[in-house]
């Protein structure tokens, strides 16, 4: 069953219907909401439409409960307390975050200002990203990145949905607590969008270790030099690299001595050659570890680990 947080955000007609809907939240990942189209829930081995009539989750887009316009509208007031105002600045951003770390995706249209977002109006398309501590998922990802003297630099590569921000989170927690064998590190995070910490009201509503420091909102590059300055922190860990500024950035923190667990977009190690941030990256040697990761047709993760010379040394299932 959806949480009562979760059920909140529906439009009150919807609230009982999906409650009888039976949705298992445990395994559930995303819930898109479309102007127009069809209500769906994601979980790893696919997608399901919910049909009103049998109130259940079904397979078939047929029956389908198509969102209403109205609909939308009723949700982003509950989503913002009726005060689009007091929260422009995140869906400026493309999100809100949720008590809980479950996050909301927002598209629509924008109005911008001299060539930039200045604002989105018009949300008529919603991504419930459903917050889930794996606690324990990235072992193997550490124990493949771990050296004599902490951590080699290490990139984590993978495709939207595969899960990649997860690792990552749970990652950092591993680094940061430390076990019987490795003394827990100290770790600053850039989460610029609240992906990692989930915070709320500043404070981070997942665990990220005793030793974890979380920069919130700031851009990457900005995020790792303020840290550096402040926090000296013995690990970086950023969220989806891409830009040339967060290269240079990255490399002024091994510079300073720290080590780097950071994500980007990737789907496999060669596709880091068309990233343009990554190609003229002069500080691209550094890197001792990629980690890809892959996911299947019936959602089951698995990990291949490449050396710092883009060679396949490792993988295993996850």
């Known amino acids: 069953m959806l949480e009562e947080q979760l059920l909140r955000l529906f439009p009150i007609h919807m609230r009982e219907k999906l409650k009888k809907a039976d949705i298992d939240q445990g395994e559930l990942e995303e819930i898109r909401i479309r102007a127009g189209q069809p209500l769906m829930f994601l979980y790893g081995n696919g997608e399901f439409v919910f049909d009103e009539n049998r109130e259940m989750l079904c397979r078939s887009c047929e029956n389908g409960y198509r969102m209403t316009r109205r609909d939308l509208e009723e949700m982003v007031g509950f989503l913002c307390n009726y005060s689009m105002y007091a929260y422009e600045e995140q869906l400026r951003m493309g999100y809100l975050t949720l008590p ?50 902490g951590i080699h630099n290490t990139l984590i590569l993978s495709p939207p949905g595969v899960g990649k921000t997860t690792y990552l989170r749970d990652a950092i927690r591993i680094l940061s607590e430390g076990d019987h064998m490795y003394a827990g590190v100290k770790v600053g995070v850039v989460d610029e969008r609240s992906e990692l910490g989930a915070g709320y009201l500043g404070i981070p509503q997942n665990d990220l270790g005793p030793r974890t420091d979380v920069l919130e909102g700031a851009g990457k590059s900005e995020g790792i030099y303020m840290l550096l300055r402040s926090m ?9 690299l891409g830009a040339k500024d967060d290269f240079e950035a990255v490399t002024r923190a091994f510079h300073s001595g720290c080590r780097l667990i950071g994500t980007i977009h990737g789907e496999t190690i060669e596709s880091l050659q068309h990233i343009c941030g990554f190609l003229g990256w002069s500080g691209k040697q550094e890197i001792g570890r990629f980690i890809v990761l892959e996911k299947d047709g019936d959602g089951q993760r698995y990990m291949q680990v490449y050396n710092g010379d883009m060679e396949r040394i490792g993988g295993q299932k996850l």
């Not at 109005?111 to 193997?140: D, S, V």
């Not at 000296?232 to 969220?239: E, H, L, N, T």
């Open 232 to 240: 000296s922190p013995q690990v970086i860990a950023v969220d989806e």
């Open 100 to 149: 809980g770390g479950h996050r909301v995706g927002v598209a629509g249209e924008v109005a911008l200002m001299q060539g930039r977002i200045a604002r989105l109006q018009h949300i008529y398309f919603l991504n419930i990203r459903i917050a889930r501590e794996k606690k324990g998922c990235a072992k193997p990802l550490v124990e493949a990145v771990r050296d004599a003297t």
